[in-house]
């Protein structure tokens, strides 16, 4: 079971949060109604993830998740944002959070985000331990157009990340959660050609696509090529597909509020909140993503 833990002020917000978190078998689901409320129970029995309103009176989504970053590291925090409050919650990514989900677009997304933060915070520990003492490591991988092999190249990146000390745990999950964006991006949106726009308006009818261009050449013989170089100063890691490329400089403002119930663009805004320096190649199908090691 997952152990989730929910953060609202609102009553109504609450019991709708609850329904639909209900509805996935494998969540374990409490509610709270402040942030203090939470801190107490974390204390008690830590959750694996926490699901937070941004906005909330006393201690706001920022201040919680400042809080839990100090006295539970590693522990990923969930924005739930509303409209008007978007620009707020670059501040609280920037402060530790693990990504965001719009209220409005929550009853879509807010499972699949919550199961996607999961399990790249999880089975840390050991591997940890296998490479405790490497220097630096290097790493090319061509991947299928297959969204299953993301999650496990994110977490064996991930163990690297921290055994170099370039950041804590919050900052190596951030840092997944942006490699998780980046390799996503590559396979739907660059090797599958598919629209986001399809994702916004029917998101079955999206992942009935992506299923059906997984199997249909020319777009299933395509592959995603990563190269990633980790040391004690630095992650590198740069993610190409085979698709036709964008143009990077006309997504969509995230943060504008005719966008904010869009996903469109989202990706990259994680990328540039979560990575030091995130560059596009001229074709638009190269990424370049770069973390310098934490001297605080």
Known sequence: MTRVLVVDDARLDRVLIEALLNE??????????????????????????????????????IALVSELRRLHA???????????????AVQALAAGAASYVPKRVMQEHLIETICDVVALSREQHAERELCRAMQRGEYEFD??????L???????????????????????????I????????????????????????????YCALLKERAKTPPFSERR?????????QKARFVIRDEGPGFAPDRLPDALADENLDR??????????????EVTFNETGNEVT????????
């Open 24 to 61: 996935e078998q494998s969540f374990d689901v409490e509610i709270v109604d402040s942030a203090a409320h939470a801190l107490r129970t974390v204390a008690r029995h830590q959750p694996e993830v926490v699901v937070t309103d941004l906005v909330m009176p006393e201690m706001d989504g």
């Open 74 to 88: 590693g522990l990923p925090v969930i924005l739930l944002t509303s409209r008007g409050s978007e620009d707020i």
């Open 143 to 148: 991947l299928d157009s297959d969204v299953s």
């Open 150 to 176: 993301i999650q496990p190249l994110v977490r064996h990146v991930q163990s690297a990340i921290l055994l170099m000390g370039i950041c804590d745990e919050t900052e190596s999950n951030q840092i997944a």
């Open 178 to 205: 942006a490699l998780h964006e980046a390799l996503q991006n590559a396979v739907e949106h660059g090797n599958l050609e598919l629209d986001s726009k399809l994702r916004n308006e029917d998101l079955s009818a």
């Open 224 to 232: 995603v090529h990563v190269r990633a170089s980790v040391d004690r």
């Open 263 to 276: 996903l469109s663009g989202r990706g990259v805004l994680l990328m540039r909140t979560f990575m030091d």
């Open 289 to 296: 993503l770069v973390k310098f090691r934490d001297v605080k």
